[in-house]
C-alpha cells in the first residue's frame, strides 16, 4: 500500500499550499481523505494516561493520574463532577470519561494540584482534539486552532524527547519518583504517546486544513465541514437500528448486504418523515407524527442549523484565516512549553525550524511500511496502550464497570456540604426545587447555606 501512487491518479483533488507553510506536510495532490475515528482518538490519549507501561515525561514534569486522584480525594464532587471510576475504570472505551477529565472546571481546579502543569498541559491537548473535532458547536477557523494546538504541543514534546538521551530521561524520572521505586524503561517511546495516536492527530489536522482549502477554493461544497459526523458512531447506530427493525413475527438480526441496503432504505424514509413531522408539528398541531426520542437526542442538529453553520464558516474562511489561526495555535504552545522548562524563552524553536524537525522526525518513525527496510529510530519503537493485559490492570484491584457506579453502597452522604466553589453544577442533577412525586430519588442537602435536592446517583 505504501508504494500505492493514488494521488497521481484521475480526479484526484488539487490544492495550492503556499510555499510559506512549512508546517504543512500534505501533498497538494490527494486522490482520497479521510479522518482517523476522534472519539477512540481520545480513548486512546486516556488509556495511555492510565496505562501502567507508559511513564509521560512532558519538559521537568511528570504526566500522572494521580494528579486527578489528588484532586478528587481533597475537593468536592460538586466543584469538578469526577469520581474515581472516571480514572480507574475496566472500560477502556469510556468517552464520557474523557470529557469529565479534560472538562474546563478540572483543568481549572488542578491548578491547585502541586506539580500539576504537564498533567494539566496532557489533559488540554484531550481538550483541544474535542473542541476541533467532536464538538458540534465550535466554528472551523477555532476547530482548525483547536486541532493545531494539540499538533504544536506534540511537535515540541516529540522533538525535544529526540534531543535527549535514554540515560537523561531515566535520571529526570528517577528524580522526579525518588519516592518510589523506578523501573527503567526499554524505550523512550515509554516516556510518550502511542506513534499511532501521534500520526493521527497529524492526519486529522492536516485534513482539516485541506479541507478548508478545497472549499476555499471552491473544489467541494460547503456542507463537507460538518466534521462531527465523520466519525464511527454514526455508522454504528445506523448499524444498530437496522438490526433493531427486524419483523414483528422474526427474531433473526443477521442479514445480507442486500438485505442491509434494503433496510438501510427504510430507515432512510422514517428518518426523512421524522424531520417532516418535526417541521410540521410547529405549524401545524392538527397533523402530528410522535416518535419518541431518547432524551440525549434532544439537542440534535437539523439541516437549517447545518446550513446556518457552513456558511457562516465559509464566510470566515480565508487563507489568512487559517494562517492566523496556525500562528495562534503555535504561539499558545510555546507559551506553555516553556512553563515546563522544556525550552527556555529565548531558545524556543522557530515555527519554520521545529517544522523541519519534527517532518525528519516524522519520516523517521513510520509505523510500518514493508517494502523498505525500517530506517526508524529503535528507541521509539511503538507501543499500544488498548490491548488489557495483566500489567495494566488497576492497581486497586476493583476497577468499576459504569460511571455511575458507586465505589461504596453504605458510604455515608453528608447534609451539609460547605466551601464548595462552583455556583452551578454543570452535567450533575443538582436543582433548587423538585417534583414532589420523585422525592424518593434525591437526597436535601445544604450546600454554602443554601438548600438543594441532589440526585442519588450524583451522590455516588
Known amino acids: 500500500m505504501p508504494n500505492q501512487q493514488f494521488h ?39 488509556n495511555r494516561l492510565l496505562s501502567s507501561k507508559a511513564t509521560m515525561l512532558f519538559g521537568d514534569k511528570l504526566i500522572s493520574i494521580g494528579h486527578i486522584l489528588q484532586l478528587i480525594g481533597t475537593s468536592s464532587k460538586l466543584n469538578h463532577n469526577l469520581v474515581k471510576s472516571d480514572v480507574l475504570p475496566k472500560d477502556r472505551q469510556n468517552f464520557v470519561s474523557c470529557e469529565k477529565i479534560s472538562n474546563e472546571v478540572v483543568l481549572n481546579d488542578l491548578t491547585s494540584i ?37 499538533v504544536f504541543l506534540i511537535r515540541f514534546w516529540y522533538t525535544w524527547l529526540s534531543t535527549k538521551t535514554k540515560s537523561e530521561l531515566d535520571s529526570t524520572i528517577a528524580e522526579l519518583l ?15 504517546i502511542t506513534l499511532p495516536a501521534m500520526f493521527s492527530i497529524e492526519i486529522n489536522s492536516h485534513i482539516l486544513v485541506y479541507l478548508a482549502l478545497l472549499v476555499i477554493q471552491h473544489k467541494l461544497p460547503t456542507t463537507c465541514l460538518n466534521v462531527p459526523i465523520f466519525n464511527s458512531q ?19 438480526v443477521n442479514f445480507t448486504v442486500h438485505q442491509f441496503s434494503q433496510r438501510v432504505k427504510k430507515l432512510s424514509f422514517l428518518n426523512s418523515i421524522r424531520c417532516q413531522a418535526n417541521h410540521s408539528n410547529a405549524n401545524d398541531s392538527n397533523n402530528k407524527f410522535l416518535f419518541p426520542r431518547h432524551h440525549k437526542q434532544s439537542r440534535t442538529i437539523d439541516s437549517k442549523q447545518i446550513s446556518s453553520i457552513t456558511s457562516t ?30 525550552y527556555e524563552q529565548h531558545h524556543i524553536l522557530s515555527l519554520r525550524k521545529m517544522s523541519k524537525l519534527a517532518s525528519f522526525q516524522l519520516q523517521k518513525s513510520r509505523i510500518v511500511d514493508y517494502s523498505h527496510l525500517n530506517q526508524h529510530d529503535p528507541d521509539f519503537d511503538s507501543d499500544s496502550d488498548d490491548s488489557s493485559d495483566e500489567e495494566d490492570e ?4 476493583n476497577g468499576i464497570d459504569k460511571e455511575d457506579s458507586t465505589e461504596d453502597d453504605d458510604n455515608y452522604v453528608s447534609d451539609h456540604l460547605f ?22 430519588s434525591y437526597f436535601i442537602i445544604n450546600i454554602n447555606g443554601a438548600k438543594k435536592y441532589l440526585h442519588k446517583q450524583t451522590a455516588a
Not at 496556525?326 to 507559551?335: E, G
Not at 488497576?394 to 484491584?397: A, F, L, M, P, V
Request: a positive charge; aromatic letters at 14%.
Open 8 to 46: 497521481l491518479r484521475d480526479n484526484a483533488f488539487y490544492v495550492g499550499i503556499p510555499k510559506s507553510w512549512d508546517w504543512f506536510f500534505m501533498r497538494n495532490h490527494q486522490r482520497i481523505v479521510f479522518f482517523q475515528d476522534s472519539i477512540h482518538l481520545c480513548t486512546k490519549l486516556r
Open 114 to 150: 502541586p506539580a500539576f502543569e504537564a498533567t494539566k498541559i496532557y489533559l488540554e491537548i484531550i481538550r483541544n482534539i474535542r473542541y476541533a473535532f467532536i464538538n458540534k458547536d465550535t466554528n472551523y477557523i477555532d476547530r482548525i486552532h483547536y486541532a493545531w494546538r494539540s
Open 178 to 192: 525518588f519516592s518510589q521505586a523506578h523501573k527503567k524503561k526499554n524505550t523512550k517511546q515509554q516516556y510518550f
Open 234 to 252: 454514526t455508522c454504528e447506530s445506523t448499524f444498530r437500528s437496522c438490526r433493531a427493525m427486524s419483523g414483528p413475527f422474526s427474531s433473526i
Open 313 to 342: 464558516s465559509i464566510v470566515e474562511l480565508t487563507v489568512e484565516a487559517l494562517e492566523n489561526a496556525i500562528l495562534q495555535a503555535y504561539s499558545y504552545a510555546s507559551r506553555l512549553v516553556c512553563h515546563v522548562n522544556m
Open 394 to 397: 488497576d492497581t486497586t484491584g
Open 419 to 440: 466551601k464548595v466553589s462552583s455556583t452551578t453544577f454543570q452535567g450533575m442533577r443538582v436543582f433548587d426545587s423538585i417534583n414532589p412525586t420523585l422525592a424518593k
